[in-house]
């Protein structure tokens, strides 16, 4: 293993062990995590694997394949870049009260850049499941994913909520997570879609809008402050839309008419799956799409040219996945469209003068694992 040799050339020594995490794609349940409401997520078969040994000295030295650089921090709070994903977990589970030294660690990653699929959440678990294996902490992988969220927020300073980290935590392979982010109850759904002569296309855009003014941190604010005027917790509590609406105007009013019926497509797209309905879900990623492109307002051209492609191309439906304003796209499709559905996006962006996006399946895969 790749890791494995970097390690022993880096340190002169065997690893004590090599985990790995993977990225996620997310198949419905956009921007419902920080409002208290349903996701469902599920792992990839990218991600990232890392090579660790502790240290008693509490110096944490770093090397990641995909980087030239080695680097050694001796605090967390020297770290930039990339190390900030990992130091932050060093500091987070020590500001916890745990008894967590340093660690000689390797990093190789394959989760492809600038997708969207949840990187930065991979590196975090991946370095959370080896410090608790070798501290024995004692954390499940919730705790373990609610211990990465902290370093994001905290650390690294990106007001995500718990999806991606649960996700590349707890995922199964063949199946997608359920997760209610109030309580952080989880069930691993079956999502088989071989079976049912079906693929899940990833199609990478390649693209991520700069955002001069922290649009993810603005859509958070709007859902906090519309569930602030209608004087509940988090808009997961409205049991009445047309009541709320009427109460809310403005960004306020079509943040929580997306994240109101987003939960309602989650808990649907849940039955039709227990149904072996699988096909049919794909009217659900339709309507998620046109709900984050037109309520939420966190689409783009590139993700909305890809989504209505890959449909008329054939799919059984499409939608933007992730925090949005880049990264990936994902399309349902029946094996015999998989060819009709490439064209037509590869054609369609041909027409926009933009570089042909990647596009790939992703079949479900297992959550974050120590391997040897
Ligand atoms: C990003 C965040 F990190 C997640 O927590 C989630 O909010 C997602 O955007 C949108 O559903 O990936």
Known sequence: MRVVEAFRESYGTEPAGVWHAPGRVNLIGEHTDYNDGFVLPFAV??????????????????????VDEPVTLATPDQAEGWTRYVA?????LRGAGHQVGGADVVIDGDVPQGAGLSS????????????????ELGLTKM??????????????GMPCGIMDQAASALAEEGKALFMDC???STRNIPFD???????????NTGVRHELPDGQYARRRRDCENAAKHLGLDALRDITDLGGALARLSGDERRRTQHVVTENHRVEAVIGLLRAGAVREIGALLNASHLSLRDQFEVSCAELDVAVESAVRGGARGARMTGG???????????D????????????????HGWAAPEIYPAPPAAGARRLI
Not at 120 to 135: D, P, R, T
Not at 324 to 334: C, E, R
Not at 336 to 351: C, G, L, N, P, W
Request: net charge negative; glycine share 8%; charged share 20%.
């Open 45 to 66: 078969p990218w991600g990232v694997t890392a090579a660790v040994s502790p240290r008693e000295d509490g110096v944490i030295r770093l090397r990641s394949l995909q």
């Open 88 to 92: 932050g977990m060093f500091w987070v």
């Open 120 to 135: 930065s959440a991979a590196l975090e678990v991946v370095v959370g499941i080896a410090l608790n294996e070798l501290y």
């Open 143 to 156: 705790e373990v994913a609610l211990a990465a969220q902290k370093a994001e927020n905290d650390f690294v």
């Open 182 to 184: 109030r309580s952080l």
């Open 193 to 203: 879609l071989a079976s049912h002569g079906l693929q899940l296309l990833i199609i």
């Open 324 to 334: 949005g304003f880049g990264g990936s796209a994902i399309a349902l499709v029946t």
């Open 336 to 351: 015999e469209r998989v060819e009709s559905v490439r064209e037509a996006v590869t054609r369609a962006y041909a027409e």
